[in-house]
């Protein structure tokens, strides 16, 4: 189901690009469950170009282990979704794009054995090399998988924007 362009969260985003420009920070993202949404949202921002430095989606756990160096063991025991894979991702993008800020992502779109069924998501932000925050989101086991990723993102969206105002009030 895609959402009515007054429901996209431009204020969020520009309220974010007007605190990180102002500043000249940047931010990257790590993705799982998302696969991209967050980029394409940070990549709508005005000036994006000065403040988002990209991201990559590393969907399978080997992608996860390859590109973004999380821990093999870790990541087999919780199938890639956990608050310690999500920071290792936030911390390893924020590095890999030379970044202020890392976001990532990590869970589940669709209910699987793996997850009990249920949907949820862990996401963390990295600022200057050192994890300041991790969330987990629970949703309704009956949202469709497309639903579930746009919310999480959405939701990321606004947590960030939260966590910039407060990390560097006006």
């Not at 990549?43 to 093999?72: F, H, R, W």
């Not at 300041?132 to 998988?145: Q, V, Y």
Request: glycine share 6%; aromatic share 10%.
């Amino acid at each position: 189901m895609i959402k009515n362009r007054s429901e996209f969260p431009t204020d969020e985003l520009g309220k974010i690009s007007k605190k990180l420009s102002a500043l000249s920070e940047t931010v990257s993202t790590a993705e799982s469950v998302t696969s991209g949404y967050l980029q394409f949202l940070l990549s709508q921002m005005l000036q994006a170009s000065e403040i988002y430095k990209g991201g990559i989606t590393a969907y399978t756990l080997q992608e996860k282990v390859n590109l973004l160096k999380v821990d093999e063991k870790e990541a087999k025991k919780c199938d890639c979704v956990s608050s310690v894979i999500s920071n290792k991702m936030a911390l390893y993008t924020a590095e890999l794009f030379g970044t202020d800020w890392g976001i990532a992502v990590t869970g589940y779109a669709t209910p699987v054995q793996e997850s009990g069924f249920q949907l949820f998501a862990f996401f963390s932000f990295a600022y200057q090399n050192k994890i300041i925050h991790t969330e987990k989101i629970e949703l309704n086991p009956d949202a469709k998988g497309p639903d579930a990723q746009i919310h999480y993102a959405e939701h990321i969206i606004t947590a960030f924007k939260n966590k910039c105002s407060k990390h560097h009030p006006a």
